[in-house]
């Protein structure tokens, strides 16, 4: 098996097909942060099988370039097994939560994701979808990549955490917190092991 990005970037080393392209949205987002089962005939649709203007552009390091409210999807053997959308993206002045520390590489960047799932999930390996652990990094805008994981722990209380393991068929919306350097940079989530996949602009 291989993966793409778009279906235009081959060779992953992952066992499944990376794809990201302009679907409808994900769920409607919530007032909290939640996970509950997705209504049948949800949002996540099938990805092209061929590059098209739909797919977005890509960065100079191979990744599309997404935009707050522009959804992303993955896909596994064909399938979509989930779709996410960066609802919004702030710099805030510190870390939210009761027993955050001050940031490391400068300034707290905090974005909220709407992520729905399919049934498909449950044929892959994990059994679950995960946007908020690994697979981040930051770009600083002087193109410097920060050093070390910039997900800070206890930064947002965990009734604001996007949850760390969404099953197959559920929808979540919470917020994942970077600790980055200070002005305008871009962030990028990459599936472990994968060489390209999707980034997005911050402090713009």
Known sequence: MKKTIAATVTGLALAGVLSACGTTAAGAPTSTPSVAPAAAGGSAQAAP??????????????NLVKKVGEPASETYNGET???????????VPSCPGQYASAPKNGQIVVATFDVET???LSKTISKDFSLNMFGWKAIAGNGTTVNGNI?????????????????PGE??????????????????????????????????
């Open 49 to 62: 099988t061929s590059s098209s203007a739909a797919d977005g552009a890509k960065s100079s390091r191979g």
């Open 81 to 91: 097994i989930a779709t996410f959308v960066a609802k919004s993206i702030k710099v």
């Open 118 to 120: 399919t049934a498909a």
């Open 151 to 167: 997900v800070p722990i206890m930064c947002l209380d965990s009734a604001e955490e996007l949850p760390h393991a969404i099953g």
């Open 171 to 204: 929808k979540a919306t919470g917020k994942i917190a970077f600790d980055v350097p200070a002005g305008a940079g871009t962030l990028v989530y990459t599936e472990p092991g994968a060489s390209a996949g999707w980034e997005w602009s911050y402090g713009k």
